[in-house]
Structure formats: structure tokens, C-alpha cells
């Protein structure tokens, strides 16, 4: 019902900058949140940076200063612009999603993206 897909991964040299995004859409009222996670081979998922509706951000501390996160409300897309990068970004960048959807269902309902990779080299 709700489809995330992500685009912008790839491999770039450290200090280098990738521009993530990550398009929503199928059958849902809203967007409440949109936020980007991260995952390495062998390590948990974590979160790197989620915006709501309103406007606000919340980073992780390891990006603060370095990622920044943005929304098209008109497109339904979130984006990542991923600066000064480091080998240690390295990982499957997976968007997830926070919606309010139309009748019969009731609340909030999470979705994600299938992953799209991000590799920084020395």
C-alpha cells in the first residue's frame, strides 16, 4: 500500500558528498515523519536523521554537522545530502516511513525502503 524508494547511493572517496532521496507513494492520507536509518555488515540498524511534518530534524551525533535531511512535501521525498563523508558512513542507507492513512485504517502505520548503498572509500 505504501512504497519507499531510495536512490542516490553509490561510492565516493572520503570528504566526498552524496545526495540521497527516497520518493513515497500508494495509498496512504499523510506523511507524519520521514527519516533515513543505516545499517553495516555485522551491526545494528540505526537511525541518522528523521524530519516531521512540522519542519523538525533530529540527527544521530556521529552526522550532526555533516548530513542533512529535507522534504518535498509536493513530491512525497525525503532527501539525505550527505557531506564530508567518512569510511566509517559506509552502509545500506534505508528510508522509512511514518503514515496517516486514509479509511478503514486507524493511526499510524511504518514503512521502508529496500536499501540503497552508500560506500566511502579511503
Known amino acids: 500500500q505504501v512504497q519507499l524508494v531510495e536512490s542516490g547511493g553509490g561510492l565516493v572517496q572520503a570528504g566526498g558528498s552524496l545526495r540521497l532521496s527516497c520518493a513515497a507513494s500508494?495509498?496512504?492520507?499523510?506523511?507524519?515523519?520521514m527519516g533515513w536509518y543505516r545499517q553495516a555488515p555485522g551491526k545494528q540498524r540505526e537511525l541518522v536523521a528523521d524530519v516531521r511534518t512540522g519542519g523538525n530534524t533530529n540527527y544521530a551525533d556521529s552526522v550532526k554537522e555533516r548530513f542533512t535531511i529535507s522534504r518535498d512535501n509536493a513530491k512525497n521525498t525525503v532527501y539525505l545530502q550527505m557531506d564530508r563523508l567518512k569510511p566509517e558512513d559506509t552502509a545500506v542507507y534505508y528510508c522509512n516511513a511514518e503514515v496517516t492513512n486514509r479509511p478503514p485504517i486507524v493511526g499510524l502505520t511504518y514503512h521502508w525502503g529496500q536499501g540503497t548503498q552508500v560506500t566511502v572509500s579511503s
Open positions: 500508494g495509498t496512504f492520507l499523510s506523511i507524519h515523519r
